[in-house]
């Protein structure tokens, strides 16, 4: 596993007091907090976050309505291609990780399995909140 700096880890005590305390999988987010601060990769951990925002917002909308309306149909198919571009820079981020730690986390968030999809979708909620406090705190 890959050690988290103190800011790294300073920054997500702050983006969970922010949310609530509502992170899930913080050191799984951390991971991909500090491979990016490490790596000069911030413009593509904002890209990431903007991405998880949207699939966050859009599992809700989809669950509620379903995806056989033609406004939903375009949603769903925006939502797949977010979900697609959303692992490509996870996998980008894994890339300067050790080989155990791109294993565990392909493994937890990557895997085309039902579990690993619903794993996903809960790091991109946590994700979400990164976006949020980079918005809220611009603002101050």
Not at 12 to 37: C, R
């Amino acid at each position: 596993m890959i050690e988290l700096s103190q800011s790294t880890t300073s920054l997500i005590e702050s983006i969970d007091t922010h949310s609530g305390n509502a992170l899930i999988y913080k050191k799984d987010f951390g991971l991909l907090l500090e491979l990016a601060i490490q790596h000069q990769l911030m413009p593509d951990l904002h890209q990431l976050g903007f991405l998880a925002k949207f699939i966050y917002k859009a599992v809700g909308i989809l669950k509620r309505a379903g995806n056989t309306e033609k406004d939903t149909q375009m949603l769903a198919k925006e939502f797949q291609e977010s979900i697609g571009k959303t692992k490509k820079l996870m996998k980008n981020f894994l890339s300067f990780a050790p080989s155990d730690v791109q294993s565990a986390f392909t493994q937890k968030f990557l895997d085309l399995t039902p579990e690993a999809f619903d794993r996903l979708l809960v790091l991109c909620k946590d994700l979400s909140w990164y976006k949020n406090y980079e918005i809220d705190t611009r603002r101050r």
